[in-house]
């Protein structure tokens, strides 16, 4: 949620569902706004172990994918998605 008059109804590491679920919501009219950002590392107090390393045993980060509808539109955005929507 990058904005507080924005809401995230679905986040994914598939890049290619995200496109798809995005385009379903702007064939109905919804504004939307589809963004990507790399996994956040594990991090606290054995924050000097790199968790990326330990569990993959490389240091690659995984994309994670996101859209992000007006709040006024959330609920209806949610509704098409269906059971892919992120619901908090």
């Known amino acids: 949620m990058a904005f507080w008059n924005e809401s995230t109804v679905y986040r994914s590491s598939d890049e290619a569902a995200c496109r798809k679920y995005g385009e379903a919501l702007q064939a109905a009219g919804i504004r939307v706004r589809i963004w990507s950002s790399e996994e956040v590392p594990v991090s606290g ?11 993959r045993g490389t240091n690659r980060l995984n994309r994670l994918y ?23």
Not at 45 to 55: E, F, L, P, Q
Not at 68 to 84: H, Q, S, Y
Request: proline share 6%.
């Open 66 to 88: 996101a859209i992000d509808v007006p709040n006024a539109d959330a609920e209806k955005a949610r509704t098409i998605l269906g059971p892919a929507a992120l619901r908090l």
């Open 45 to 55: 107090c054995c924050s000097n172990i790199d968790m990326r390393k330990v569990i």
